[in-house]
């Protein structure tokens, strides 16, 4: 005879295991602060790489503009210290949000894994316990 409430823990585990398995159990295998930290790393990188880009870009087409740029010493050293700010302006901002949204995806990942070991200690009490009638019998 089929029981119901092993159908449906077998069922739940199931669709973990479809669904969330692979990132869940991959996330909960770093530890919390590594898991930011690598996170934030391969982010700090990206934004490194992508505000360079953007200023390249924008300086091309500011020289591009005007054919006869000359900037003094001054000029040039105020437009590096924009650049440095705007820079150091963006990281903090990505660093702050990378942080939050790492930690929570962690935590949440965490949550996960352990509804799924609870479901899978029940469908192993439930195993058991067959057995144990089946032994008796």
Do not use: C, W
Request: glycine share 4%; net charge positive; proline share 1%.
């Amino acid at each position: 005879m089929v029981d119901p409430d092993k159908v449906y823990l077998m069922t739940k585990a199931a669709l973990f295991e479809e669904k969330e398995q692979k990132n869940a159990l991959k996330t909960v295998s770093f530890r919390r602060k590594d898991y930011i930290f690598y996170h934030m790393l391969i982010v700090m990188v990206a934004a490194t790489v992508g505000y360079a880009m953007l200023v390249g870009v924008v300086l091309f087409l500011v020289i591009m503009a005007n054919d006869l740029l000359v900037l003094n010493v001054g000029e040039m050293l105020l437009i590096l210290a924009g650049v440095i700010l705007g820079y150091v302006v963006l990281l903090i901002i990505y660093y702050m949000v990378a942080h939050k949204y790492y930690g929570e995806k962690h935590v949440k990942a965490r949550q996960e894994v352990k509804k799924y070991q609870i479901v899978l200690r029940q469908l192993s009490d439930l195993v058991d316990k067959e057995e144990k009638q089946e032994q008796k019998s």
